[in-house]
């Protein structure tokens, strides 16, 4: 039913977290190359800087919350749709802000499919 990819990055260029226009512009590109399909998006910037942006997506969503005063924000890709897909954008997202320090947290959705697979063997 669905992958959810929760990570955190620490050691981000500060300038390329500052502000909606450098973030939505490295994420435009992203959910386009991960062949993600966006219904609609919001961002909001902080003051004095930092930014809180959110993508829904056929899919289900993308959203980044960030603190260039520390170098750090985190992300979340969630998707029903090609896991390949979500796995895509995380990894461009690696690519893009290239952290000095990483964690990655996966879920992998799917009880509906396993109650619904052993309902009908019965």
């Known amino acids: ?16 977290i500052s502000l909606v ?3 939505k512009k ?6 386009k190359k991960s062949k993600l399909n ?6 909001h910037q902080f003051k004095p800087f930092g930014v809180s942006g959110f ?6 969503h993308l959203s980044i919350h960030t603190w260039p005063e520390y170098s750090y924000f985190t992300a979340d890709i969630y998707s ?16 893009e802000f290239s952290p000095k ?6 879920i992998r959705y ?7 697979n052993s309902s009908s063997t019965n």
């Open 1 to 16: 039913m669905g992958i959810h990819i929760i990570v955190e990055f620490l050691g981000v260029e500060p300038e390329k």
């Open 38 to 43: 966006v219904i609609s998006y919001s961002f």
């Open 80 to 95: 029903c749709g090609d896991e390949k897909n979500a796995m895509k954008a995380f990894e461009l997202l690696l690519k």
């Open 55 to 60: 993508y829904l997506l056929r899919e289900s």
């Open 101 to 106: 320090v990483m964690k990655k947290r996966i």
């Open 21 to 23: 226009k450098n973030v």
């Open 26 to 31: 490295i994420l435009d590109n992203i959910v």
């Open 110 to 116: 799917g009880l509906y499919e396993k109650a619904k």
